[in-house]
Structures are given as structure tokens and as C-alpha cells.
């Protein structure tokens, strides 16, 4: 008799606890597995949010390395603005390598649009069929007499090529004098070029009327 009341006694105290479990430790399973779904959930925000900042960072990279080339090219175009800086650049290398300038002349420019694709300095007109780029290309030609000594020569020459100009060298002629001081006479024609934005351009398109104007 004691068997069964022990028995009976048994199965109510485990109904209790299985119904104590039910109750209790269920919201607490739910919690558990609701956090383990925010963790998962965490660990690919945390991943994306990684991916993103080295995207970014990338980005930056990127963007520091085109300002910087754009900043380059700016300061090695030559547009109008830029042309009696040449020449008194110029001037001061002959000067500084101890040579005489006999001719030096930058005649006013030509300017064309830039294609975006396939275009060449060196072409008088865009490639045919070529969309216009919001650029346009500025040249100028420079013309240079100088007679000095053979080192003086070398030197305006070496000068002139560490400036970093945007310039292609058209013809190169050295020859001999008959003056003893200055015995080597350098004549170079140089073209220089430059990129500057459309709106420069509209910029110049309107001081040159207003300039029209006031002489008027």
C-alpha cells in the first residue's frame, strides 16, 4: 500500500515539476533562442557594417588619388592665364643659366572641345563621331631663341623640361655662332597644352565681351 501511495505521491510531485517547467522554463527557452536569432542576427550586421567601412575607406582611397592626379594635371596645364607666367618662367631660366634670349614669343592660343574618349593633344579637331567631354583643350606655341655657351644651352633645355609643363617639342635645332662669348645658339618651338572645364571657358567667353564692349 505504502508502494502505491509512494508511486502515486512520485508521479504527482513530477506532473508538478514537468507543469512548473512548462510554465517557467518555456519563456525562458523563447528568450534564449529569440537572443540567439538577435546575435546571429548582430554578426552579420557587424559583418555588412565591416564590409561597408573598408568599402568607404576604399572609396576614400580612391577619391584622395583622383584629386590628387586632377591637382597635378591643373598645375601642369597652360591656358591663357597661365601664359605670361611661362614666359617670365622662362625668362628666369635663361637668366639663372647664364644665356641670352634672342626670340621668345607665345602667340595668342587655339582652343577646340576634348572628346570623353580617344581624343589626342597632338590632333587639331576631336576624332569624328567623339561626344564632347566637359573639358577643352587649350594650346599654345612658344618660340625660342637663345645663344650662350654649350652648358648654358643644356641648361635652359634641362630647365625647361623640369617645369612639368603639358608641351610637346615640335623642332629642336642647336648650331654654332660666330661669337666667341655665346658660341652655341638653341632654337626650339614648343607647344603647350592645357585641359580647363567648360564653365572656365564661359568665364572667358564673358570677360572677353565685356572687354569688347568697354572699347566700344
Avoid: C
Avoid at 533562442?33 to 559583418?47: F, G, S
Avoid at 597661365?82 to 614666359?87: A, C, D, H, N, P
Amino acid at each position: 500500500m505504502n508502494n502505491r501511495n509512494n508511486r502515486a505521491t512520485g508521479a504527482i510531485v513530477a506532473s508538478v515539476s514537468l507543469l512548473a517547467i512548462i510554465i517557467f522554463a518555456v519563456p525562458w527557452v523563447d528568450e534564449f533562442l529569440r537572443l540567439r536569432r538577435n546575435a546571429a542576427e548582430l554578426k552579420v550586421l557587424e559583418l555588412r557594417f565591416s564590409e561597408l567601412s573598408e568599402r568607404n575607406a576604399q572609396l576614400d582611397r580612391i577619391e584622395s588619388k583622383l584629386t590628387s592626379n586632377l591637382n597635378d594635371l591643373n598645375s601642369r596645364s597652360i591656358d591663357p592665364s597661365k601664359t605670361e607666367m611661362v614666359r617670365e618662367a622662362i625668362v628666369e631660366i635663361v637668366r639663372k643659366a647664364g644665356g641670352r634670349i634672342r626670340r621668345l614669343e607665345i602667340p595668342n592660343g587655339e582652343r577646340r572641345a576634348w572628346a570623353s574618349d580617344g581624343d589626342s593633344v597632338r590632333s587639331s579637331t576631336m576624332p569624328m563621331y567623339a561626344e564632347e567631354s566637359s573639358f577643352e583643350l587649350h594650346t599654345h606655341s612658344v618660340e625660342l631663341q637663345v645663344d650662350g655657351s654649350l652648358k648654358s644651352i643644356q641648361r635652359v633645355l634641362e630647365q625647361v623640361t623640369d617645369q612639368g609643363w603639358l608641351m610637346t617639342t615640335k623642332e629642336l635645332t642647336i648650331t654654332p655662332t660666330t661669337v666667341i662669348e655665346s658660341p652655341v645658339s638653341l632654337d626650339v618651338q614648343l607647344t603647350l597644352y592645357g585641359l580647363v572645364t567648360r564653365q572656365q571657358k564661359q568665364q572667358e567667353d564673358f570677360a572677353y565681351r565685356i572687354g569688347g564692349n568697354k572699347t566700344h
